[in-house]
């Protein structure tokens, strides 16, 4: 088992920043490749940025290129989200992801699930 918490989401200003963090415990975390994913109201959760269990290879989805940043301490067993220039359709609940397989845009790739964060970004 992983365990998986989630903190720093908040409510920010369109424009604004947020750094997102997820610690892990349990099996040893360098054997997963993990994710965030979020999930806005009556829509279904989205994949948003993936790491590899060396950070050595990283994947976003298109709309957060440039914007959201993905990184991992294996020291430390967290994984973050550098979140910049956050516009209002950002806002959801973030969940960050661990998978024994390689990075996956799918939900159903990814084994173990934190509760989640709450990103609110006013316009």
């Known amino acids: 088992q992983v365990q998986l918490v989630e903190s720093g989401g908040g409510l920010v200003q369109t424009g604004g920043s947020l750094r997102l963090s997820c610690a892990a415990s349990?099996?040893?975390?360098?054997?997963?490749?993990m994710a965030w994913f979020r999930q806005a109201p009556g829509k279904a959760r989205e994949f948003v940025a993936g790491?590899?269990?060396?950070?050595?290879?990283?994947y976003y989805v298109d709309s957060m290129k440039g914007r959201f940043t993905i990184s991992r301490d294996n020291v430390q067993n967290s994984v973050s989200l550098q979140m910049n220039s956050l516009k209002p359709e950002d806002t959801a609940v973030y969940y960050c992801?661990?998978?024994?397989?390689?990075?996956?845009?799918?939900?159903?790739?990814?084994?173990?699930w934190g509760q989640g964060t709450q990103v609110t970004v006013s316009s």
């Open positions: 992801a661990a998978t024994s397989s390689r990075i996956a845009t799918r939900r159903s790739e990814y084994d173990y």
């Open positions: 349990g099996r040893t975390f360098s054997n997963y490749a």
């Open positions: 790491i590899s269990w060396n950070g050595g290879s990283t």
